[in-house]
């Protein structure tokens, strides 16, 4: 404690997936502050303004405090007797009636390692349906996909450190300012030490991020796909590429070209891949020439040309930056493919200081949904729901009849919200996200639930657009409410303890989910004391990790200090990069480096061509359409939107467009402007010259304003591969309002 009577205790910020050192200062009861932990790791010191208004974010006048059940039109306080009662007896009766597919839970890539393990375990091993997906299939699913063609292995080789010592950095659509803006700040810093230290920031707008960047190059949305393989094509031209590193540690392959990008309901193609040699590769790439590219992504050839010799630049470390414009596309998965294919022909990977990094959104996107398994076709530790062997190791670990798990994938998200709309989807638990307010394409699945559809359950810490369309709301503790663990984009694991006692009484979801289980009979399935809870769910699920490659410390580890990156070496170290000798445990003294995931150790370079996005402008609809995030606010504002000072900074969503585009539609800045698609319209005001500023026949907005459905304009087109949606490209008009 210090003179103020303050006692301080750690924890991983609660918001994004750069996973922040936070030290939490409680006083009487309550967290009166937080602060930037001085010897935390990832951040320094520093927080973002988020992270520094983290205790209100708790506090805010309309928290849940009880449980609620619908009656009619009406919201009435019940017991937790009662809802959870009436919970147990929809799920059994859709169960029996229509079998355990006819049930779901819908969570997040802010669950905690062990709410996202409760669920997997509950519905999985227990109800017998794969009906489990995060909010992360929205953000990160292209992402995992590529890692798992590319290397066999989930999640990056290398880590934060590349930040501080690289010397140039390759933006792929990514505003990092804003969206990951500690990091941005530890690549800041590496700049203002080294004058050699370039920032390059690839995009279809002007940002914070564009401010403090040495170039900035204007790309057409969907343009990444050509310019990448227009950057590639170069160094195939130019032998640019390093021909040993390619002989020793790639192989070849094409995809399934020309699916459909799910826009029909139940639409589930499945990739055929071909290998290849690496003649016939170069053979396929000779189309894509810069001017090609050009026409396609607005990038000159001869910035092309300069990019692909940047990239092979032997006198630089070069790593490339990416995150949801890269993996909220129709193509995410190919983008992502296409980025890996330019390190591993330059043979800029594994080095420290020099990497492809994926930055994840949420925080524990990796830790939760990706490493315990949270979505509908996987198991923890990077193992799937279709493969038999993995289906019987999960089992021998639970305890269970290896047939109790089911081979078929379940629902990806888009498909759940289409199952309730269809009505086979009878019960939907919502767990810390708010669907409803940030799905594409959102008043159909609006109007599937409000017209009772499903029976839906919610857990939250606020009323939101999706507590407006539930049967029964449930009162979460959140953050240091409970203890936890996050696992961040660098593969970071966070350890924390509950500080404070939640208000009423909220619950926390794995309290909530167990509940269930006990109802429907499979209470044994989560055999925890009450004393040892957390550190004997976490042993059971490390043992799905031990001898994997993902491997992870005891729990008494994370205890002592700031995260581990895994895979955790015997002697309790970290692992800062993967597949290279001198940090990876998996590869011995002497190998350098060694994909010992990916099949004969080789990381694959997929052929992947340009393909046309699912919507595109055209006269009736003239304008790209983009939404996103922005500093301020996290997702949906559940939380910063309580927050007097963030909400003051930033009250409403708006409208960015470029100044040549609002002039000739007679609007000035502030105006109100009515925004249609296809699918819905919105009205908001026009911000002209501002943060940011879109190229030409381009606008932006920002999904944090409950006030304004944003993304009931976007399409709900999905990639074929990752099932992940595009909100970042669909066609608009803009009229004024
Ligand atoms: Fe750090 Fe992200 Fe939290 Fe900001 S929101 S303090 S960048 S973890």
Not at 709 to 714: S, T
Request: net charge positive; proline share 6%; charged share 30%.
């Amino acid at each position: 404690a210090d003179d103020k009577g303050i006692k301080w205790g750690k924890a991983p910020c609660r918001y994004c997936g750069v996973g922040c050192c936070v030290l939490v200062g409680v006083k009487d009861g309550k967290i009166v502050a937080t602060k930037g932990d001085p010897a935390g790791p990832v951040n320094k010191g520093l927080n973002c303004i988020k992270g520094y208004f983290l205790a209100k974010a708790l506090y805010g006048k309309d928290r849940l405090t009880t449980p609620l059940i619908r009656k009619g039109n009406k919201m009435v306080p019940a017991t937790w007797d009662e809802a959870l009662d009436l919970i147990a007896s929809k799920y059994k009766e859709a169960i029996t009636n229509h079998g355990p597919d006819s049930v779901a839970i819908y969570g997040s890539g802010q669950w905690t390692v062990f709410e996202g393990y409760t669920a997997v375990k509950l519905f999985k091993g227990g109800i017998g349906t794969n009906n489990v997906e995060p909010n992360a299939r929205l953000c990160m699913a292209s992402a995992v996909v590529a890692f798992m063609n590319t290397f066999g292995s989930d999640e990056p080789m290398g880590c934060y450190d590349d930040l501080d010592i690289g010397d140039t950095f390759i933006l792929w659509g990514a505003n990092m300012a804003e969206a990951h803006p500690i990091l941005f700040s530890r690549l800041i810093d590496n700049k203002l030490k080294n004058p050699k230290v370039k920032i390059i920031d690839i995009a279809t707008r002007r940002t914070r991020t564009t401010q403090m960047a040495d170039e900035y190059i204007a790309m057409q949305p969907q343009g990444d796909l050509a310019a990448l393989n227009a950057i590639a094509h170069v160094i195939l031209r130019d032998k640019l590429y390093d021909e040993a590193f390619v002989n020793k540690h790639v192989s070849f392959k094409r995809g399934t070209e020309n699916q459909p990008y799910g826009l029909k309901d139940k639409e589930a193609p499945k990739e055929e891949p071909k290998p290849l040699t690496f003649e016939q590769y170069k053979e396929l790439m000779k189309p894509f020439t810069p001017e090609w590219a050009e026409k396609l992504s607005g990038i000159p050839a001869r910035k092309i040309e300069e990019l692909a010799r940047l990239y092979s630049d032997k006198s630089r470390k070069v790593n490339s930056l990416w995150t949801m414009g890269v993996n909220q596309h129709v193509r995410g998965v190919w983008v992502n493919n296409l980025i890996y294919n330019l390190h591993l022909l330059t043979g800029k990977i594994g080095k420290k200081g020099e990497n492809p990094l994926s930055l994840t959104g949420q925080p524990s996107a990796c830790g939760t949904a990706r490493e315990v398994g949270t979505f509908a076709h996987r198991l923890p530790a990077d193992m799937v729901v279709m493969n038999e062997a993995h289906r019987k190791k999960t089992a021998e670990i639970w305890g269970i009849d290896p047939k109790k798990i089911s081979p078929k994938m379940g629902l990806h998200t888009i498909e759940m919200y289409r199952a309730i709309d269809r009505g086979e989807l009878k019960c939907l638990w919502i767990q810390c996200t708010n669907p409803f307010q940030s799905i594409p394409n959102l008043s159909r699945y609006r109007k599937a639930a409000e017209a009772r559809k499903a029976f839906i359950v919610v857990s939250d810490i606020y009323p939101t657009k999706s507590t407006e369309v539930a049967d029964v709301i449930l009162p979460s503790a959140s953050w240091v409410e409970k203890e936890g663990m996050y696992g961040n984009t660098e593969r970071r694991n966070q350890q924390w303890f509950k500080l404070v006692e939640p208000p009423g009484q909220a619950k926390e979801d794995t309290w909530q989910l167990i509940q269930l289980a006990k109802r429907l009979g499979m209470g044994h399935l989560f055999p925890y004391s009450e004393k040892g809870f957390y550190k004997e769910m976490w042993e059971e699920y490390r043992k799905f990790t031990i001898g994997t490659g993902k491997d992870l410390a005891p729990y008494e580890a994370y205890q002592k200090v700031r995260g581990l990156r895994w895979p955790v070496k015997a002697n309790g170290q970290e692992t800062r990069w993967r597949y290279v000798d001198f940090d990876d445990p998996y590869v011995k003294p002497g190998e350098g480096l060694k994909f010992y995931k990916a099949p004969g150790n080789k990381a694959s370079i997929w052929f992947r061509p340009y393909e046309a996005p699912a919507e595109s402008p055209d006269k009736d609809y003239p304008f790209w359409y983009c939404t996103g995030r922005l500093l301020e606010h996290w997702h949906t504002a559940t939380m910063t939107g309580r927050v007097p000072e963030l909400k003051r900074a930033m009250p409403e969503a708006t409208l960015e467009m470029h100044p040549d585009d609002a002039k000739k539609l007679g609007i000035r800045n502030r105006d109100k402007v009515k925004v249609s698609s296809r699918r819905g319209s919105v009205i908001l005001r026009a911000e002209i010259n501002g943060r940011g500023k879109p190229e030409k026949g381009n606008v932006f907005t920002t999904f944090f304003d409950e006030t304004k459905l944003i993304n009931d304009l976007c399409i709900d087109a999905f990639d074929p591969l990752s099932k992940e949606p595009d909100f970042k490209k669909c066609a608009v008009k803009i009229e004024k309002a």
